[in-house]
């Protein structure tokens, strides 16, 4: 049985009879990981999210509501020529095409900024940071300004708690209950990487070592300390959060190739499922292997069911068509490039990725500072213009502030909040500036004292 549920996003209606088998599955879980453009397999991208809030003084740091975001993000678009992707569509997968930049809303009202993708990691970049400056002089001109960093440091999920503005959205908060889970779609923020996976053979070694490091780099680029404005005793509260909305849906952690990752997907819970006319939340667990086998309310799931499920599920690495790394907390300019300066140094060279695996060996358990060292040695060996000058400058100075020095950016912040007994909007301003002025990066304070 087919047919589109009125006001639910024109989603079709999951079937009466069942209809998967499991090599049906195995099948789409294989198409998936190289679906997508050919050219993805050799290129780059990046993504990162921001929090949009108020600068005036009298309300520095409040978010705006989600119409002013989605107001903001279309103004933006159409200034920069990206494709704009409302929260709806971000929910269940459904992106405009993956080579194109975009600029994407969340649930939460978070903007996030997708470069599009590029032959070189200095090209994604500077399309990046194009369509960014769009958005923040967008943001500048409405008296708003954009935080990036994992997680809101001020705003509780009480105050951003804007009703849902569609069935797909009601149907999520009601399903994915729990402050955990909330949290996560509202007040957490994070930047993805995308490395292409090369042939099937290559992806299958550099997806592997992206799964086996993705936690460990995790760690640290942590830039989240805070939360309602005060300290919460973690360096990354968007990770915990994480971690606590996966242990209450006990969601499989990560999958490193198709089977394992079709196994992740049978054993995940399913948060509802789509009637003839109207969306039923799922009150208990159910995992997507009992839903295709026993069915519930009557319904069994069809092959675009799976397909949303498996978009939706949270991995720190995944193969589509590229390799999409769940990097970080979000970070600002100019150690947003960081990240991708790292993973595509590392998963695009043979000989850092073996020099990893015999450092593990030796010492038994990998660290941030081997993979740091891997990559810089793989960057001597690119040629010149595969990574923008000023992309290695924030490399090379986010390793001397904290890598090398077994700290993380949510140091800085917890140094600033100490000393100024807070840490606001203007704080936050500040920081941002003795970043850029480390790595030799204008910021637009210095522009206007030159002008």
């Known amino acids: 049985m087919r047919g589109t549920v009125g006001g639910c996003d024109d989603l079709p209606v999951s079937?009466?009879?069942?209809?998967?088998?499991?090599?049906?599955?195995?099948?789409?879980?294989?198409?998936?990981?190289?679906?997508?453009?050919?050219?993805?397999?050799?290129?780059?991208?990046?993504?990162?999210?921001?929090?949009?809030?108020?600068?005036?003084?009298?309300?520095?740091?409040?978010?705006?509501?989600?119409?002013?975001?989605?107001?903001?993000?279309?103004?933006?678009?159409?200034?920069?020529?990206?494709?704009?992707?409302?929260?709806?569509?971000?929910?269940?997968?459904?992106?405009?095409?993956?080579?194109?930049?975009?600029?994407?809303?969340?649930?939460?009202?978070?903007?996030?900024?997708?470069?599009?993708?590029?032959?070189?990691?200095?090209?994604?970049?500077?399309?990046?940071?194009?369509?960014?400056?769009?958005?923040?002089?967008?943001?500048?001109?409405?008296?708003?300004?954009?935080?990036?960093?994992g997680f809101d440091p001020w705003n509780s999920l009480a105050s951003v708690a804007h009703p849902p503005r569609s069935v797909t959205e009601s149907c999520l908060d009601v399903a994915r209950a729990g402050d955990a889970a909330r949290e996560c779609r509202r007040l957490a923020a994070g930047l993805r990487v995308f490395v292409g996976g090369g042939a099937a053979i290559a992806a299958a070694a550099r997806l592997q070592c992206a799964a086996r490091l993705a936690p460990l780099l995790d760690a640290s680029f942590a830039f989240s300390p805070l939360r309602c404005g005060s300290s919460c005793g973690s360096p990354s509260t968007r990770s915990d959060s994480r971690r606590r909305a996966r242990a209450a849906s006990e969601s499989c952690a990560s999958a490193l190739e198709a089977a394992p990752l079709l196994e992740c997907a049978l054993e995940t819970h399913v948060p509802f499922v789509r009637g003839p006319e109207r969306w039923y939340p799922v009150a208990h667990e159910l995992s997507f292997r009992t839903w295709m086998e026993r069915g519930h309310l009557g319904l069994f799931p069809d092959l675009d069911d799976f397909r949303s499920h498996l978009a939706a599920l949270e991995l720190p690495a995944r193969l589509r068509g590229w390799i999409e790394i769940d990097a970080c907390d979000a970070l600002p300019p100019p150690f947003d490039s960081v990240p991708l300066t790292l993973w595509s140094a590392v998963l695009e060279d043979a000989e850092a990725r073996a020099t990893l695996e015999q450092q593990e060996q030796a010492t038994g358990a990998l660290t941030a500072r081997h993979v740091f060292g891997a990559a810089a040695g793989a960057l001597l060996r690119r040629t010149s213009g595969w990574i923008a000058p000023e992309m290695l400058a924030a490399y090379v100075e986010f390793g001397r502030r904290f890598v090398f020095r077994a700290r993380t950016p949510s140091d800085d912040v917890l140094a600033l909040f100490a000393a100024r007994r807070g840490f606001e909007w203007v704080q936050y301003r500040e920081l941002l500036d003795a970043w850029s002025s480390a790595c030799g990066v204008s910021t637009a304070r210095d522009d206007q004292r030159a002008a």
């Open 15 to 149: 079937s009466r009879f069942r209809i998967l088998d499991l090599d049906q599955l195995r099948l789409e879980v294989e198409r998936a990981a190289f679906a997508g453009s050919p050219v993805l397999r050799d290129s780059f991208g990046l993504e990162a999210e921001a929090f949009v809030v108020r600068s005036d003084a009298r309300a520095a740091g409040a978010r705006v509501s989600l119409e002013e975001a989605l107001a903001l993000a279309q103004s933006a678009a159409a200034r920069a020529d990206a494709a704009l992707e409302l929260p709806e569509d971000v929910d269940f997968g459904r992106t405009a095409a993956l080579d194109a930049p975009a600029l994407r809303v969340r649930a939460g009202g978070q903007i996030a900024v997708f470069s599009g993708a590029f032959g070189r990691p200095a090209d994604t970049y500077a399309e990046f940071s194009r369509v960014r400056g769009v958005l923040e002089s967008s943001a500048s001109a409405l008296g708003y300004g954009l935080v990036s960093m």
